[in-house]
C-alpha cells in the first residue's frame, strides 16, 4: 500500500512540516498571511484554468502542497499569543520589574509540588486594562484553606517573572513545555495576598470540573483507598493529579504507562460500548444519522469531563471520523483516518504536534494498522483462544516497535517485559473501564451496591499489586539509555524499510535496507571513534559539582557527602546525554588544568595567593574575598560562582565585574558552564 499516494496524507504531511517551520524559524505574523493568501488565490486560479492535463495537475498538486505548509506556519502563528495586540506582553505597562494589579481567573488545576500548588490562570485586566494570556500561578501550600477551583476569580498584586531555563546539561526544560502551553510568566503568591471570589456562571472547564469533584466525593462515600481513586480518576476521568510519583514510575517500569492516560484504546471501547447499546436505532437513514449525532455527542462530552487533553482530543476526533464511516455505511481507510484527524487537530491547535503523548499514540495506531497485520500472518493459530492471545501478542508486539525509539529518546529506559503486562492488562483494562462506568453512574445516581464496589476495587488493587511485581523486575527494565536524533531517524528509517521488505522481499527493496544498515554502522562507528574533551562547572544548590569528560569518561569532582551517578540528577542527565559509560568520582581540588588554561578554586578559606596567574577563578563556597584586590593580582579572565555561594555575595561579585569590565559566570543565574576542546 503506498500510503504517500493519499491525497490527505500527503496534504497533513506539509502541514505538519508548515508547524515545524513556524515553530523554529521566526517568520511575523502578517508575513505568513500575505503568504497564505496568496498561495490561495494561485491555487484557485491553477483550479480554474486547469482542463485535467497531466502537467496542469502536477502544478496543482504542488500549489495545493506549498498551500498547506504555508497555512501550517499561519496556524502557528495565531496560536502564538504573544502575536495577539491585546496580548498581556503588548501592553505599555509590561515591565518585570514593577508590581502589577492583577485580575485572574483560574483555567486549570494542576499537579501540586512539595511545597506549592499551582495553577493555569487566565489574565482578564493587567493594571486595570483588558488584556489576554496565561501565567502560571504558584502558591504557598496551607492545609487550612482548601485549594482553588476552575473558574476561581482572584485579585492579587504583585511582579511576574520569568520561568526558569534548566540550569544544567539534558534537563527538562519545563519553560519550553509551558511555552508550547502559551505561557511565558509565572507569579508566587501566598493565600494571604489572594482576593477570591466564587464566579457567577460557569464555563465549560469549569463544570466538567464540577462533574469530577462530584463524582469524586460520591466515590469517597464507598471507602475507595487513595491508589484505588487515583487510578479511577486516571483512566476514566483523565486526571492523574493524584498518582503517586512511586505509582506513576511502577507503570512506567512496567510498560502500561499508558493506560493512565485517557487515550484511543480507551475511547475505542467506550465506542464499541456506545454502538453496542444504540444498535436498535440506527435500523433507517434517519436513525443511522440520530445514533451518529448521539455517539460524537456522548464521546465529546466524555473529553470535556476529562479535560481535553491532547491524547483525549486526539483520539476522540480519530474515533469520530470513525464512527460517521461505521453508522453512514462509509467506512474509511485507516490511514486517511488519522491523516485526517491529524489534520484538523493541527489546524485548531498546532502546539499538539509537541505533545509527547500526541506523538506516541500516533506512532502507536500506524504501527499497529500497518506491522500488526504482516507480524500476525507469521503464524495463524487454529484454536480461538490460542488465536485471540496470538492477536494480542501481535498487536503489543507492533506498538511496542513503533513507539520504542521515541520512548527512548523521550524516557531513556526500556520495560522488558511490557508484553507480559500488555497481554495481562489490556484484556482487564476494557472490563474495568465498562465496570468503571456503571460504578460512576451509580454512585452519582446512589444506588451503588456494597458488593460491586468491594469487586472493582478488589480489581483496581490486583491490577496495582501486578503493575508493582512487573516493576520490581528490574532485571527486564533497561535504564539509562543514550538516543539521539540521529537514532531516532535511523531507527525508522530501519522499521520502515525492514516490514517494508517483509511485505515484499523484492531485491529492489532489498538495497535500500542493506544501505540503510550500513548507514547506521557507520554513524554508532563514528560515535564510538570521536574524541573530545570538555570541562564542566555545573550547578548544585549548596554544592560544587565541576567534571572533565573525555570522550566517554567522566571524571567527576564534588563535595556532596553521598552521591553516585544515578542518584545525582545532574550527573545522571549528562550521563544519558553525553552516553557516558565510565565515571570516575573524586573530592574537589583547588587547582585544575582546563586545556592550556588554569583553574584556581577559591573557596571559604578565601585562599588565593599562588606563584602562578589563574586564565579562570571559580568561587565556591562563599569565600570571604575582596574580589578588587583578587582581580587586581591574579588578573584572570573569567570570573565563574557556581551554586554554593549566597546570592548576595553573587550579586556583589557580578557588580564588581561588571565595573571592571570582566567575564562573569554565576551558574544560579546563566546556567552550568561547559568549556569544549579537543582532545
Not at 128 to 138: A, R, T, W
Request: proline share 3%; net charge positive.
Amino acid at each position: 500500500m503506498k500510503l504517500i499516494n493519499f491525497t490527505i496524507i500527503k496534504l497533513t504531511l506539509f502541514l505538519i512540516l508548515g508547524v515545524l517551520f513556524g515553530n523554529y524559524i521566526q517568520v511575523e505574523l502578517h508575513i505568513s498571511f500575505i503568504l497564505t493568501i496568496a498561495f490561495l488565490l494561485i491555487l484557485a486560479i491553477v483550479y480554474i484554468i486547469s482542463k485535467r492535463q497531466v502537467l496542469t495537475n502536477f502544478y496543482f498538486g504542488v500549489t495545493a502542497l506549498v498551500t498547506m505548509f504555508s497555512i501550517g506556519l499561519l496556524t502557528t502563528n495565531i496560536h502564538d499569543q504573544r502575536h495577539w495586540e491585546n496580548h498581556y506582553t503588548q501592553s505599555n505597562s509590561f515591565d518585570l520589574t514593577k508590581t502589577k494589579s492583577l485580575n485572574l481567573k483560574v483555567i486549570e488545576v494542576l499537579k501540586p509540588s512539595l511545597y506549592q500548588d499551582k495553577y493555569f490562570v487566565e489574565i482578564n485586566t493587567f493594571n486595570n486594562y483588558k488584556v489576554k494570556g496565561k501565567l502560571l500561578l504558584n502558591i504557598d501550600k496551607d492545609s487550612l484553606i482548601k485549594p482553588l477551583q476552575v473558574d476561581d476569580l482572584l485579585f492579587t498584586t504583585t511582579t511576574l517573572t520569568t520561568i526558569t531555563k534548566p540550569l544544567n546539561p539534558y534537563q527538562f526544560d519545563y519553560s519550553e513545555y509551558l511555552k508550547r502551553k502559551n505561557v511565558y510568566h509565572q507569579i508566587h503568591v501566598t493565600k494571604g495576598e489572594l482576593k477570591i471570589k466564587k464566579p457567577k456562571s460557569s464555563s465549560i472547564f469549569g463544570m466538567a470540573a464540577q462533574i469530577r469533584e462530584t463524582i469524586n466525593f460520591k466515590l469517597n462515600e464507598h471507602h475507595f483507598n487513595d491508589d484505588q481513586l487515583a487510578i479511577i480518576n486516571a483512566i476514566l476521568l483523565g486526571q492523574k493529579r493524584d498518582l503517586s510519583k512511586n505509582m506513576y514510575q511502577q507503570y512506567a517500569s512496567a510498560g502500561v504507562i499508558h493506560i493512565l492516560a485517557v487515550s484511543g484504546l480507551h475511547v475505542g471501547i467506550l465506542l464499541m460500548i456506545l454502538q453496542f447499546l444504540l444498535k436498535p436505532i440506527g435500523r433507517s437513514r434517519k436513525g443511522r444519522l440520530i445514533k451518529t449525532f448521539i455517539i460524537m455527542s456522548l464521546l465529546w462530552f466524555f473529553a470535556i469531563i476529562a479535560g481535553l487533553s491532547p491524547s483525549i482530543v486526539r483520539a476522540v476526533t480519530m474515533f469520530s471520523i470513525v464512527a460517521i464511516g461505521l453508522n453512514m455505511k462509509r467506512p474509511a481507510n485507516i490511514f486517511n483516518t488519522l491523516a485526517t484527524s491529524i489534520l484538523i487537530l493541527l489546524l485548531f491547535k498546532p502546539t499538539f504536534l509537541f505533545d509527547v503523548g500526541f506523538q506516541l499514540s500516533y506512532i502507536a495506531v500506524f504501527a499497529i494498522v500497518w506491522i500488526q497485520p504482516m507480524l500476525y500472518k507469521l503464524w495463524l493459530p487454529k484454536l480461538k483462544v490460542t488465536n485471540y492471545f496470538w492477536k494480542l501478542f501481535t498487536v503489543t508486539i507492533a506498538a511496542q516497535i513503533g513507539v520504542a525509539p521515541l520512548s527512548l529518546f523521550y524516557f531513556h529506559q526500556f520495560p522488558g517485559l511490557f508484553f507480559i503486562s500488555n497481554l495481562v492488562i489490556i484484556p482487564v483494562l476494557g472490563v474495568i473501564l465498562g465496570l468503571g462506568v456503571l460504578v460512576i453512574i451509580l454512585a452519582i445516581i446512589n444506588a451503588l451496591p456494597e458488593f460491586i464496589v468491594q469487586l472493582f476495587g478488589g480489581m483496581i488493587s490486583t491490577l496495582n499489586n501486578f503493575v508493582g511485581w512487573i516493576a520490581q523486575q528490574e532485571a527486564f527494565l533497561f535504564k539509562g539509555i543514550s538516543f539521539g536524533i540521529s537514532a531516532i531517524i535511523i531507527s525508522y528509517l530501519l522499521i520502515v524499510l525492514g516490514f517494508r521488505t517483509l511485505k515484499e522481499p523484492k531485491s529492489k527493496r532489498l538495497v535500500p535496507l542493506l544501505l540503510a544498515i550500513v548507514l547506521a554502522q557507520t554513524i554508532f562507528i563514528y560515535n564510538k571513534t570521536e574524541t573530545s574533551g570538555s570541562f564542566t562547572v555545573f550547578h548544585k544548590n549548596r554544592h560544587s559539582i565541576v567534571a572533565f569528560q573525555n570522550s566517554n569518561n567522566l571524571k567527576v569532582y564534588h563535595n556532596i557527602d553521598s552521591i553516585s551517578p544515578n542518584s545525582e540528577k545532574v550527573l545522571n542527565n549528562y550521563i544519558i546525554g553525553e552516553d557516558i559509560k565510565n565515571t570516575d568520582l573524586d573530592s574537589l581540588s583547588s587547582v585544575y588544568k582546563v586545556k592550556d588554561k588554569i583553574l584556581l578554586v577559591v573557596d571559604s578559606l578565601s585562599t588565593y595567593k599562588v606563584s602562578f596567574k589563574p586564565d579562570i577563578v571559580l568561587l565556591r563556597d562563599s569565600p570571604k574575598v575582596n574580589l578588587d584586590r583578587l582581580i587586581e593580582q591574579l588578573k584572570p579572565k573569567l570570573i565563574i560562582a557556581d551554586g554554593s555561594n549566597y546570592k548576595s555575595y553573587v550579586s556583589r561579585w557580578e557588580a564588581t565585574c561588571q565595573h571592571k569590565k570582566l567575564p562573569f559566570h554565576a551558574t544560579a543565574k546563566k546556567g552550568a558552564l561547559t568549556i569544549d576542546y579537543a582532545k
